[in-house]
Structures are given as C-alpha cells and as structure tokens.
Antibody, heavy 121, light 107 residues
C-alpha cells in the first residue's frame, strides 16, 4: 500500500516561510514523479508543483512560481515544498500526491492526508 | 494553459437518481482526463481515468464518456455514499488543471 505522510503545516505571518515534508515509506519512491496539490478552505483543487523522479526538473503553477520550491531526497524517501513570501491566499490544505504509473504528466492516484497552512497576521 | 470548465457547480438529487456532470477542456487533451470524488475532510479519490476507464473497486454505477473536448461523469442509481464533491482533471500537459468542482447534494 502506498503511504504519503505530510507534515510541517501551521500558522505563519504574511511574508513568512514554511517548509512542508511528505514522507513516502518504501523502496520505490525514487521511481515516480511527485506533486503537490492544494485546496483553499471551501474551494477547489489547485495543482502547485511537480518534480521528476530524479529531481532534475520541476514545474510550477504561475501562482507560486518564484516563491515556492519543490525538491526531494530520494535517499530519505521524502518530498519537500519550501514556501517563502507567503500570502494570505496561500492558505490551504496542501496534499502530496503520486501517480500509479511512471508518468511525468500524471493524474493523482495516491494522496496524503494533507497538512493545513494558514497565512495570517 | 488548458482550462477545465466544470458544470454544474451544485446539483441536488435524490437517492436512486441518475446524475450527469460535465467538464469541458479548452483544447484537446487526448482522453487524459480523470474524475475524482472528495468527501468532506478527506483527500480526493480517483473514480475514472483516461476519460472512461473505471478505477478498481469503484462501483459500476459510475461511468465516464467523452465527445471531443467535452467529458461526462454519470452516476446511475445514486447512493447515499455518493453525496460528495466531484472534480475533473486534465493530465495531458503542464500546468495540470482541475475543474471547479460539482457538489452533489441531497434534494
């Protein structure tokens, strides 16, 4: 069974920074591209970023480009999202997601439980 | 960028009804379309992928179809467990994009 365990959410002031983690136990983490998807309270789903299986290439939504950085540690089976210059509109539950197959541009077959980021003064 | 326009945003129905949700892509996405179900406080779950393929263990009352750039999720014989919010997503190219969601409510 695929497990994705997010952590690192919390309350942060506008302009602040936060780093989210997603632990993915198992030996196959380094075979899959990974993504972050977020959901603002009462709103729909928004793709945030994707990283290739080796970490060499990343893709971002325009709304976070230049402020967020997706990265991964394949030796530690962990995905990260470094968020800086946070805005009130970044308030959301952030989900770590993975495809079932070895696809870069993928659907989100597996989801974590989500971690809540609240940006407020 | 590919825009996904989903309708309706809310749908009121009764147990046993047949309901249809539509998602229109702003350009061709070659059937790279998934449908998700999300219950309150939970992560989304894939129901349909490749526009019309049923995910394993998803009841057969869920079905997907496509006609050009218009995609449809149909739920036949609506069950109490089906009252939830549904999203479409294109995974043809970056940026990945979701429809705005359809909340299926009890009439």
């Amino acid at each position: 069974e695929v497990q994705l365990l997010e952590s690192g959410g919390g309350l942060v002031q506008p302009g602040g920074s936060l780093r989210l983690s997603c632990a993915a136990p198992g030996s196959t983490f380094n075979k899959y591209a990974m993504s972050w998807v977020r959901q603002a309270p009462g709103k729909g789903l928004e793709w945030v970023a994707t990283i290739t299986e080796g970490g060499a290439t990343t893709y971002y939504a325009d709304s976070v480009k230049g402020r967020f950085t997706i990265s991964r540690d394949n030796s530690g089976n962990t995905l990260y999202l470094q968020m800086s210059s946070l805005r009130v509109e970044d308030t959301a539950v952030y989900y770590c997601t993975r495809p079932r197959h070895l696809q870069l541009v993928h659907r989100c077959d597996y989801w974590g439980q989500g971690t809540l980021v609240t940006v407020s003064s | 960028d590919i825009q996904m326009t989903q309708s309706p945003s809310t749908l009121s129905a009764s147990v046993g009804d047949r309901v249809t949700i539509t998602c229109r892509a702003s350009q061709s996405i070659n059937s790279y379309l998934a449908w998700y179900q999300q219950r309150p406080g939970k992560a989304p779950k894939v129901l349909i992928y490749s526009a019309s393929s049923l995910e394993s263990e998803v009841p057969s009352r869920f079905g997907g179809s496509e006609s050009g750039t218009e995609f449809t999720l149909t739920i036949s014989n609506l069950q109490p467990d089906d009252f939830a919010t549904y999203y479409c997503q294109q995974y043809f190219r970056f940026p990945l994009s979701f429809g705005g969601g359809t909340k299926v409510e009890i009439k």
